[in-house]
């Protein structure tokens, strides 16, 4: 497996930056991680987007599919030029709920929807994908997912507040994309559904992931300040989230 960074940032994308995105590559297969703000663009230096096989959405927060009406559009128009077929629309593995959210996903013939949960799993081409629901959010669910090709294993943690039951999901994993909203400064007293880099590089500690990367960072942080919150993570190499970013595995 190859993971690109096309988007890492949280909230807002700052100038010329993107929320979250990841464009995966197996030896088969082109997949997309999250779909946010300016990911799309991103995603272009890599490849045309009508090549993608599938979209995975961890849940439905602006940040994380604020891209995906333009890509629903440049999906239409690419099979009304005939760069994809007219009858094979895009799958994108999501949550079952909020319902308006769900009814937004399956567009003309461009898009599908296709529902996940932790009881899900899905085999496509030589990827192997399984669900986990985090501590996040209002009450919606949204799911880290493990990859797994070729005997590596990548966990995108999506958002995770310090409540999630890793467990064996994340045991071991060759490379966990783990989310530090916060910094020791700004973190909240009370846990909402968010870690801090410093508890991000516990978790991937504790589980003894093989490499870490630290992504839905803030923009305006220093990515040597990241660094030094992270050190708590010894047991692998850890990264902090840019745009570009290639990691292979
Ligand atoms: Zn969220
Ligand atoms: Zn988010």
Redesign the pocket.
């Known amino acids: 497996m190859r993971v690109t960074v096309l988007g890492y940032q949280?909230?807002y994308p700052g100038p010329g930056g993107a929320t979250?995105g990841y464009l995966v590559e197996t030896d088969q297969l082109r997949i997309l991680l999250d779909c946010g703000s300016g990911v799309l663009a991103n995603l272009g230096r890599h490849y045309p987007i009508y090549e993608l096989d599938a979209l995975f959405l961890s849940h439905y927060?602006h940040?994380?599919v604020a891209d995906l009406g333009v890509l629903q559009y440049g999906l239409m128009v690419h099979q009304l030029f005939g760069e994809r077929d007219p009858q094979k629309p895009l799958p994108i593995y999501a949550p079952n709920t909020p319902v308006q959210n769900v009814q937004s996903l399956t567009y003309r013939a461009a898009t599908a929807f296709q529902p996940i949960d932790e009881q899900a799993s899905v085999t496509l081409g030589d990827l192997h994908v399984r669900f986990l629901r985090t501590d996040h959010g209002d009450g919606d669910p949204c799911y880290a997912m493990r990859l797994e090709c070729g005997g590596k294993v990548l966990v995108y943690g999506a958002?995770s507040g310090p409540g999630t039951p890793w467990g064996a999901f994340l045991e071991e994993a060759n490379l966990f994309i783990g989310e530090g909203t916060y910094l020791d400064h700004n973190l909240p007293q009370k846990p909402n559904g968010h870690l801090s880099v410093r508890q991000a590089a516990e978790v991937a500690e504790s589980h003894r992931c093989g490499s870490l990367l630290l992504t839905?960072l803030y923009h305006g942080y220093d990515p040597a300040e990241v660094r030094r919150q992270a050190a708590g993570y010894t047991a692998g190499n850890c990264q902090v989230a840019e745009i570009g970013l290639q990691i292979h595995l």
């Open positions: 949280s909230p979250p927060h940040d994380h958002d839905h």
